[in-house]
């Protein structure tokens, strides 16, 4: 079974400190997302990355910037947290894409961030 | 501009009968469909998916179906049971610039009551 680690299950931070949330996967997958969960808001992609230094935005990047030095990693960076960066936190992986017949995203269990 | 509704924030179902979980999406470029499930304080499971070629995928108690000319989608879960209480999130995948993207729904939260 595909296994997607995030580091940090809860954390609490004060406004305009850094955040760094680690996703890590074991299966090879040459994708990797970043997306938050909010009540009433659903799952939102804020960055993702098809391959080793490569990123691009999703629809909600402001306030995020991401770095994958290595296939297996793939991390979030909040420079200086805000109380509306509260939220779920969640990474996913995958091979290749749905329609050339691959795996669909597999998420990990998330990392719950509290600014305050 | 949401491009997958989920209109029903929750749902409330008996034990034992039919839960039907809603979908409606805007792109016509969205070429496949998924559902999940999530628990909360765990992250999204994969329930099912279909393709837009296809109107219905059956997986056990899970039957997704799609109207392609309404751009509505449903799962059917049949019979209900209490441990599919849970959160379903609704997402379509598209093609962007080369690159595959799922975009979620808001959710629906179905509790099956004993």
């Known amino acids: 079974d595909v296994k997607v680690t995030q580091s940090s299950r809860y954390l609490v931070k004060r406004t305009g400190e850094k955040v760094f949330l680690e996703c890590v996967q074991d299966?090879?997958?040459?994708?990797m997302f970043w997306y938050r969960q909010d009540p009433g808001l659903g799952l939102r992609l804020i960055y993702f990355?098809?391959?080793?230094?490569?990123?691009e935005k999703g629809d909600i990047p402001e306030g995020y910037s991401v770095s994958r030095e290595k296939k297996e990693r793939f991390s979030l960076i909040l420079e200086s947290t805000s109380t509306n960066q509260t939220s779920m936190y969640l990474c996913a992986s995958s091979f290749l894409a749905l329609r050339y017949g691959a795996n669909v995203l597999t998420f990990g269990a998330g990392s719950r961030l509290t600014v305050l | 501009d949401q491009q997958v509704k989920q209109n029903s924030p929750s749902l409330s179902v008996q034990e034992g009968r039919i839960s039907i979980l809603n979908c409606d999406y805007t792109?016509?470029?969205?070429?496949?469909f998924l559902w999940y499930k999530k628990y909360p304080a765990e992250g999204p499971t994969f329930l099912i998916s279909?393709?837009?070629?296809?109107d219905k995928n059956e997986d056990g108690r899970f039957t997704v179906f799609l109207n392609k000319s309404a751009k509505h989608l449903s799962l059917h879960i049949v019979p209900s049971q209490p441990g599919d209480s849970a959160v379903y999130f609704c997402?379509?995948?598209?093609?962007?610039?080369?690159?595959?993207?799922?975009?979620f729904g808001k959710g629906t939260k179905l509790t099956v009551n004993p």
């Open positions: 997402a379509a995948s598209v093609l962007q610039g080369g690159s595959e993207k799922l975009v």
């Open positions: 299966m090879d997958h040459e994708n």
């Open positions: 990355s098809y391959d080793v230094k490569m990123k």
């Open positions: 792109n016509s470029m969205f070429d496949y």
């Open positions: 279909i393709s837009s070629i296809k």
